[in-house]
């Protein structure tokens, strides 16, 4: 059972002009490690807490060190402040170690009902989440990943074969998330959605953890209430890097996340 | 016939620690405004100019303000040197005016012959250069586009239907783009590739430019000499926003750059 609330383990404490307290969870992590979208959507809550402009549109994030669990300031410096938009620099360190960097272009989500035009997506799926499987806190080369034991991902049960039969070689996990306490996504939790499944190179080879070196997400619709759908694939891997992809869908289909990362990746 | 070469519109010059001057060219502009990806590259040559990570591995960009033509002033902040990857921030001003800024994780590309792994890509076609018709520089809707006179972009005889029969609705273009005077590409000069094509949405709707928020490029492989391939896709259309994704690869069909970009558009 859950002790932590998303919005718990993301609360950010302003402590003076662009300047921030939070506390990274323990039980937010993968071997000890923190999740890179976890960090993500701290520094999201952080880079919108003025409320001006109160949705992240587009975060790229780059990773320079992982903190360890425990306290955090949070450093936000607005780039510019327009109309409709605003920019801005955030960067989480600890003790004197700057450990992640991220741009933010920052706005309000409008209340459109649908998109206007939708095309060259993959097939979002039609899985039963009450079919899914669900992901343990233990990958299956034995490393703990203790915030497994707080979100709940359910993989549809053709994703899951990498852990039973070994990989199918597709790159590709599909399933559903869900926040602890059934709490409701908002623009700054799709920030850690684009990033909360297993490697979808876990479905090409049993490997180590893959360390995210770079994570772009662009928030594209208020979700409605309820767990995610997530389409999690790989494309590339390429000279110890690979690309993933991930699309995120709210409980009416709408598409609401895009995510997309280079991460480092060591094959057997 | 070209006056500029890509080497000499991105020039930058060294005038203290941190601190580079650069001219950016009139000719490399869209209705006077100059191109996202060239303002990129000449973020990425300042950003790789110290030679420990000559290569952008991953860059972000958000783009604060368009600058006009002229002198600009790049300011590069190494954020984190380590052994086989550096991060580090650069801005593009003007006056004193922040235009574009960017996060860059930078490093040394390997030579791998080939990628380990590929998968879940779109089909990148086998469409013949020589078949290709270029993009004039003039949009449908009247803009000029004086870069095109610089670079040579051939658009496959499909994906010009936008402009002689109107958009087929597949918001996607094909085809191969080469650098003035057969400039070779460099992993700097493929930051301005994934963002050289006409926007992918000219095949959904007759707009205006398409400007871009926000761009994210991760080079993958050195491309060999020769024009690249590109495939430029449209998405999500979805409250004034779209994003594109953009495919490049050399003409060993190598995939050697992918970009994703979020871009304002306004629909008649």
């Known amino acids: 059972m859950s002790t932590t609330t998303f919005a718990e383990v993301t609360a950010v404490t302003p ?5 921030f307290t939070a506390t ?5 992590t993968i071997g000890g490690k923190p999740n890179g979208g976890y ?10 807490a003025d409320a001006t402009h109160p949705d992240p549109l587009a975060a790229s994030a780059h990773y320079l060190a992982s903190p360890d669990p425990g306290p955090v300031t949070i450093e936000v410096e607005p780039l510019r402040d ?12 600890q003790g004197d170690r700057t450990c992640v960097e991220a741009l ?5 989500l409008g209340d459109t009902p649908a998109p206007s035009w939708e095309g060259n997506q993959p097939d979002p799926g039609t899985s039963d ?4 499987i669900r992901v343990p806190a233990m990958t299956p080369s034995g490393i703990p990943v203790a915030i497994m034991d707080e979100v709940d991902i359910r993989l549809d ?8 039969d070994g990989p199918t070689g597709r790159g590709e996990l599909r399933g559903w998330l869900t926040l602890p306490d059934q709490e409701h996504f908002d623009p700054q939790s799709l920030l850690y959605a684009v990033d909360a499944f297993p490697p979808a190179t876990f479905d090409i080879a049993p490997t180590g953890w893959v360390p995210t070196l770079e994570l772009t997400v662009h928030v594209r619709a208020r979700p409605a209430p309820g767990p995610v759908r997530v389409l999690h694939r790989a494309h590339l891997i390429d000279d110890g890097w690979v690309d993933e992809s991930c699309h995120v869908r709210d409980v009416t289909g709408r598409l609401v996340a ?4 280079l991460a480092g990746i060591r094959l057997p």
């Open 104 to 108: 933010f272009t920052t706005g309000r």
């Open 157 to 164: 049960p053709d994703s899951t074969r990498f852990a039973t």
């Open 82 to 93: 327009g109309r409709a938009i605003g920019h801005v620099r955030a960067r989480l360190r």
């Open 24 to 28: 990274v969870s323990p039980a937010w």
């Open 129 to 132: 989440l009450t079919a899914g």
């Open 39 to 48: 960090l993500l959507a701290l520094l999201g809550r952080a880079a919108t």
């Open 15 to 19: 402590e003076a002009p662009g300047r």
């Open 258 to 261: 895009h995510g997309t990362q």
